[in-house]
């Protein structure tokens, strides 16, 4: 791409793509159009213009790029929004849309830490050990995979209580969000005494703390990588992002 482009369609769902949206609004971008799911009942305004809902797969998303005419799509979903991110690459194929990709770079274990990386939800399920106390650090559609496991004491973290019971034999149920600070996560781990962390590898700096304090500890870390990334150009910051209209 050559030069600020005049039009920008985001695809959001992320704090990345939030500051984005302010990002291309301060530099003057004249129109910016924040495009969300609609999973959050009542989202933050993003700066510029938002829409809510589903395109209708590829083929909605592409009509929507031909009718608005946008200069780029950029992509700034979460990492694990995987279909919305293969739609986004073909949409942007069959309409000559320029794109590109805001994605956090993946959390990388150091020598010290003790991972064990799994492919899918799944996998993470079947490689928690009998008897093991695990604290299922994942969104709350992710934790009935794991009902199965009538073997394992579940510690399980909501920002809102759940309106049916959890689905599990014997767990305990937090209600709070995760820390930035990483005391505050080592006391959760000592109090419940978790044995284990399943999370997703999802990148960024708000849900790090825990895993800082499992390196402490010396604690497994069940840790689902991302799903493969669907091509295109991605960058890992919104600074990458911006040089790339240089
Ligand atoms: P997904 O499985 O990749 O997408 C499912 C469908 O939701 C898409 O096919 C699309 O419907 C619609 N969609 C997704 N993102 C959209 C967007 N930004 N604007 C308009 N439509 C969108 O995604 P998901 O995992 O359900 O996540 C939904 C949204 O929540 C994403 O935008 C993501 O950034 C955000 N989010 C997801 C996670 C996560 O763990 N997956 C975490 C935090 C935030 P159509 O095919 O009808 O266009």
């Not at 419940?192 to 010396?218: M, P």
Request: charged residues 20%.
């Amino acid at each position: 791409m050559r030069g600020i482009p005049s039009s920008a369609l985001i695809l959001g769902g992320t704090r990345e793509a939030a500051a984005l949206a302010a990002r291309l609004s301060d530099l003057g971008v004249p129109r910016v159009l924040t495009s969300l799911a609609g999973r959050t009942v009542s989202p933050e305004m993003p700066a510029g213009d938002l829409r809510i809902g589903g395109f209708g797969g590829v083929d909605g998303l592409a009509s929507f790029l031909r009718m608005e005419n946008f200069d780029v799509l950029i992509d700034a979903t979460h990492p694990f929004a995987a279909t919305i991110s293969q739609n986004a690459v073909e949409a942007s194929a069959l309409t000559g849309t320029p794109y590109l990709a805001l994605r956090r770079p993946e959390w990388q274990a150091a020598d010290c830490d003790n991972w064990l990386s799994v492919a899918s939800i799944r996998d993470a399920c079947d490689t928690i050990p009998a008897s093991a106390r695990a604290f299922l650090a994942l969104g709350r559609q992710h934790i009935g995979a794991f009902a199965a496991r009538d073997d394992v004491h579940f510690i399980v973290r909501m920002v809102d209580p759940p309106e049916t019971a959890l689905p599990f034999r014997s767990c305990d149920l937090v209600i709070g969000k995760p820390s930035a600070d990483v005391e505050t996560e080592a006391e959760l781990l000592e109090a419940y005494r978790i044995t284990h962390i399943v999370c997703r590898n999802s990148g960024g700096e708000g849900a790090y703390a825990k895993l800082l304090a499992a390196r402490d500890r010396g604690l497994p870390v069940i840790m689902i990588e991302r799903p493969p990334a669907p091509g295109g150009r991605s960058h890992p910051s919104i600074d990458a992002l911006l040089a790339a209209f240089n």
